[in-house]
């Protein structure tokens, strides 16, 4: 069973939005950082956003900061990332992750939880 499950991607034109989320199935990841990752074709994945176990954002990469905001509701064992003003650069494969730490952090390797992804295309 898949920890987590993404959805939201799709096709979109360059300027236009996205809101993606990720909901955990089978337990809650009330007490884990959380965060975003990409994978471009051709390219190591890599994060663009992290939160903490209460939702405060704790990493964001310069490629997304001002487009993008990452947000936790902890309620509903959700994550939501909401891309503004995408770029073609910005498609990629999209995957929510769980750390087993408190604050999300841009390493791939301190995640233990993923989700199989979601395609984003942004076309030009």
């Known amino acids: 069973q898949v920890p987590l499950v993404e959805s939201g991607g799709g096709l979109v034109q360059t300027g236009g939005s996205l809101r993606l989320s990720c909901v955990a199935s089978?337990?809650?990841?009330?007490?884990?950082?959380m965060g975003w990752f990409r994978r471009a074709p051709g390219k190591d994945r890599e994060c663009v956003a992290a939160v903490n176990t209460i939702g405060v954002a704790t990493y964001y990469s310069d490629s997304v900061k001002g487009r993008f905001t990452i947000s936790k509701d902890i309620a509903r064992n959700t994550l939501s990332l909401q891309m503004n003003n995408l770029k073609p650069e910005d498609t990629a494969v999209y995957y929510c992750a769980a750390t087993r730490w408190s604050s999300g952090t841009w390493r791939t390797d301190d995640y233990d939880y993923w989700g199989q992804g979601t395609q984003v295309t942004v076309s030009s």
């Open positions: 089978g337990r809650t990841f009330n007490n884990n950082g």
